[in-house]
Antibody, heavy 118, light 109 residues
Framework: EVQLVESGGGLVKPGESLRLSCVVS????????MSWVRQAPGKGLEWVGR??????????EYAAPVKDRFTISRDDSKNMFFLEMNSLKTEDTALYHC?????????WGQGTLVTVSS | EIVLTQSPATLSLSPGQRATLSCRAS???????LAWYQHKPGQTPRLLIY???TRATGAPDRFSGSDSGTDFTLTISRLEPEDFAVYYC??????????FGQGTKVEIK
């Protein structure tokens, strides 16, 4: 059974940092492309960024609102991947899901809530 | 960035009726890389359609997708009670950023 479990969310102040984690099981993680997708309260889904598998270069891409502030990384030895969020803004408040797929998002985690508020 | 515009924002229908949801892309998509998701409160989004018209594993055959240039359509042939949800289209063109439409809520009339 495929499982993705996020952790690391919480309440932070604007300008602060936070690191989210996602641990996965049930599929060959080192071949998977992984993404973060967020949903702000009352809003729709927003793709945040993606990391390719190491065999495809392990490269990352980001959505414009988070580029230069967020960094995605992975640790294939632990079946985990991460979202490092710096210089957080109130508009980053959202439920953050990890998801896997090569463009489409085939499997999702339940999400971890990030609240940015003074 | 490719912008996806979904319409209508809300669709009020009764069980058994046909639902037609639209998604318009701001430019052509490579190989029709367009997906549809169903999202219910408290659940994770569920992939229904990819490649504009291919049903994902487990998606009921009452769901179908089609395209005409930059216009994409999700059709639910006969609404079941469990189909009332929010539906999103998403493009996964060759190069990110990948984007979602703003969603269409299918509600019970």
């Amino acid at each position: 059974e495929v499982q993705l479990v996020e952790s690391g969310g919480g309440l932070v102040k604007p300008g602060e940092s936070l690191r989210l984690s996602c641990v996965v099981s049930g599929f060959t993680f080192n071949e998977a492309w992984m993404s973060w997708v967020r949903q702000a309260p009352g809003k729709g889904l927003e793709w945040v960024g993606r990391i390719k598998s190491q065999s495809n270069g392990g490269t990352t891409e980001y959505a414009a609102p988070v580029k230069d502030r967020f960094t995605i990384s992975r640790d294939d030895s632990k079946n985990m991947f991460f979202l490092e969020m710096n210089s957080l803004k109130t508009e980053d408040t959202a439920l953050y899901h990890c998801a896997t797929g090569y463009g489409t998002f085939d499997f999702w985690g339940q999400g971890t809530l990030v609240t940015v508020s003074s | 960035e490719i912008v996806l515009t979904q319409s209508p924002a809300t669709l009020s229908l009764s069980p058994g009726q046909r639902a037609t949801l639209s998604c318009r892309a701001s430019q052509s998509l490579t190989n029709n890389y367009l997906a549809w998701y169903q999202h219910k409160p408290g659940q994770t989004p569920r992939l229904l359609i990819y490649g504009a018209s291919t049903r994902a594993t487990g998606a009921p055959d009452r769901f179908s997708g089609s395209d005409s240039g930059t216009d994409f359509t999700l059709t639910i042939s006969r609404l079941e009670p469990e189909d009332f949800a929010v539906y999103y289209c998403q493009q996964y063109d060759t190069s990110p950023p990948w984007t979602f439409g703003q969603g269409t809520k299918v509600e019970i009339k």
